[in-house]
T-cell receptor
């Protein structure tokens, strides 16, 4: 199994540009999520999904969109990039409902917005 | 609401000495608790988890944690630090209420602490 994969690894955007961060998992996990990691802030949840077709907002959803058309994929879209979105983004997946299961993390995407 | 507080943002120990990374949780219900480790420029990896079975949980690489309900704590320990333990550690909590930890729109119950950076001095 490849586990959780993320592309790209690095990205530089100009303010106002849009882009999609890709996330895929091959473990048939129901639950997927996107976090951003900033120094001293830990990981903050952006959006999550409990299954195909079901998404919801986390702690810091503004400026981001998600969709979940398949179990495997959970892309994160930046609508109009801002310097405040400079961060490291992690995608994670887990088995889903029931007792909280451990999350499996991707390697991250380091995004810089200039 | 669920939350965790990591009491130290940075801990420095000498190689071969014990490690203690502190995490307190706040929960109205029986939580599930996790510790993750992140090495530089890497994703997070699960060290160990507590899900209401044994209160002393053993994880990978010699780490363990003890769930203490009376103190609402879940501190991470290791008897002897190794250079390879230098990393950032995150405490994480999830709540399983009514069998689901997704409890509806805008009501999410998984949170991470802000992290503790562990330095190991040779």
């Amino acid at each position: 199994n490849a586990g959780v994969t993320q592309t790209p690894k690095f990205q530089v955007l100009k303010t106002g540009q849009s882009m999609t961060l890709q996330c895929a998992q091959d473990m048939n996990h129901e639950y997927m999520s996107w976090y951003r990691q900033d120094p001293g802030m830990g990981l903050r949840l952006i959006h999550y999904s409990v299954g195909a077709g079901i998404t919801d907002q986390g702690e810091v959803p503004n400026g981001y969109n998600v969709s979940r058309s398949t179990t495997e994929d959970f892309p994160l879209r930046l609508l109009s990039a801002a310097p405040s979105q400079t961060s490291v983004y992690f995608c994670a997946s887990s088995y889903g409902q029931g007792a909280p299961y451990e999350q499996y993390f991707g390697p991250g995407t380091r995004l810089t917005v200039t | 609401a669920q939350s965790v507080t990591q009491l130290d943002s940075h801990v420095s120990v000498s190689e071969g000495t014990p490690v203690l990374l502190r995490c307190n949780y706040s929960s109205s219900y029986s939580p599930s608790l996790f510790w993750y480790v992140q090495h530089p420029n890497k994703g997070l990896q699960l060290l160990l988890k507590y899900t209401s079975a044994a209160t002393l949980v053993k994880g990978i690489n010699g780490f363990e944690a003890e769930f203490k309900k009376s103190e609402t704590s879940f501190h991470l320990t290791k008897p002897s630090a190794h250079m390879s333990d230098a990393a950032e550690y995150f405490c994480h909590t999830g709540y399983s209420g009514a069998g689901f930890w997704y409890s509806g729109a805008g009501s999410y119950q998984l949170t991470f602490g802000k992290g503790t950076k562990l330095s190991v001095i040779p």
